[in-house]
């Protein structure tokens, strides 16, 4: 199967290498770019620091201050990532921030205050969740992740010749800006009849709102799932 990847990199370009490994072509082409903010970290002290996207693990690559604290992350790669880092000990979420959230409450005293690393761009969740438990949730914007200006070129040739037969959705924002880019270069027929692999519900949302048939949402929020999902026949998905 010929695959757009749009995530950003550095995840795009693993992801289109676990493609390849499977026997598909991978057309890694992101629609995102991911660079560090450079904002301070606040002040402490920290209960725990919440990591809600991998993106977040190179700004505090060397920050001394959070050595030895706990570490929630969202999912499986965030946390390989965090420990290969040197933060921790690292505790691994189910995928989702409602998941995140449940995991928090479940370890550490309600009251506790924690340090979130987010994007500058993000959502309600875990934080609200973690308000409304007793938690004090502090937002440090760690990294920002802008749309790139114009659909990228590998990708407007490769829908023009009709060269795609997928594309792998990662978050909720990167679906929605990929919609708007393939609109907005007259591609937006070609995308739609794209076959649409989402991670999460979610991530799905924007697609469907715009009216587009979505061939798979993943039956969890982890990769492995959502390339098991490329061999399901047409109507065979995970939903």
């Not at 999912?75 to 990532?81: I, S, Y």
């Not at 990228?152 to 010749?161: I, M, R």
């Not at 999460?200 to 039956?219: K, N, R």
Request: charged share 15%; aromatic share 4%; glycine share 12%.
């Amino acid at each position: 199967m010929r695959v757009w990847v749009a995530r950003p990199e550095p995840g795009g370009a693993r992801t289109g290498a676990a493609l390849a490994a499977r026997g598909h072509t991978a057309l890694v082409a992101p629609v995102l770019a991911v660079r560090p903010t450079g904002a301070a970290l606040p002040d402490g002290p920290f209960g725990g620091l919440l990591l809600t996207s991998a993106n977040a693990v190179p700004a505090l690559r060397d920050a001394a201050s959070l050595r030895g604290l706990p570490v929630f992350t969202v999912g499986a790669r965030t946390a390989a990532l965090a420990g290969a880092a040197g933060l921790g000990p690292v505790r691994e979420g189910p995928g989702d921030a409602a998941g995140l959230a449940a995991l928090v409450a479940a370890v550490l005293p309600a009251g506790a205050c924690l340090l979130h690393a987010a994007g500058t761009t993000r959502k309600a969740e875990p934080a609200a969740s973690l308000t409304a438990a007793g938690f004090t949730v502090v937002v440090v914007e760690a990294y920002a992740a802008a749309p790139v200006p114009t659909l990228p070129a590998s990708v407007s040739d490769a829908l023009a010749a009709g060269d795609l037969d997928a594309v792998l959705h990662y978050s909720r924002r990167s679906a929605a800006v990929a919609l708007a880019l393939a609109d907005g270069s007259g591609h937006g027929g070609a995308f739609r009849r794209l076959r649409h692999y989402c991670l999460s519900v979610d991530v799905a949302f924007p697609l469907e709102a715009a009216g587009i048939p979505v061939h798979v949402v993943a039956a969890r929020p982890r990769e492995t799932d959502l390339l098991d999902a490329l061999a399901s026949p047409p109507g065979g998905g995970a939903r």
